[in-house]
């Protein structure tokens, strides 16, 4: 099974930035989107960021021209470099495949945005 493994979040103020990454395991590159979706308490995940396994990149709209997602598939890593962050990004972010996801989330990384 798949293992996820998100790093990279922290404590920033609005304006800054974080670059998070996830491992992952590589047979999933080969044939999968890749996304990052983040969660706040009481909420469901959304889907923030997406990219194909040929490169090609979506965002929802809140995020687009802020984030940007990339993947290196020789070293099976998806990040997602985040700039002019803002409160209402503060979440936990996660990694997965975008359009049926692993069972098995991983621990996903913390992103607070405060001044």
């Known amino acids: 099974q798949v293992q996820l493994v998100e790093s990279g979040g922290g404590l920033v103020q609005p304006g800054g930035s974080l670059t998070l990454s996830c491992a992952a395991s590589?047979?999933?590159?080969?044939?999968?989107?890749m996304g990052w979706f983040r969660q706040v308490p009481g909420k469901q995940r959304e889907l923030v960021a997406s990219?194909?396994?040929?490169?090609?990149?979506d965002y929802v709209d809140s995020v687009k021209g802020r984030f940007t997602i990339s993947r290196d598939n020789a070293k099976n890593m998806v990040f997602l470099q985040m700039n002019g962050l803002k409160p209402e990004d503060t979440a936990v972010y996660y990694c997965?495949?975008?359009?049926?996801?692993?069972?098995?989330w991983g621990q996903g990384t913390q992103v607070t945005v405060s001044s």
């Open positions: 997965n495949a975008r359009d049926v996801v692993v069972d098995n």
């Open positions: 590589g047979s999933i590159f080969k044939r999968n989107a």
């Open positions: 990219i194909t396994s040929g490169g090609r990149t």
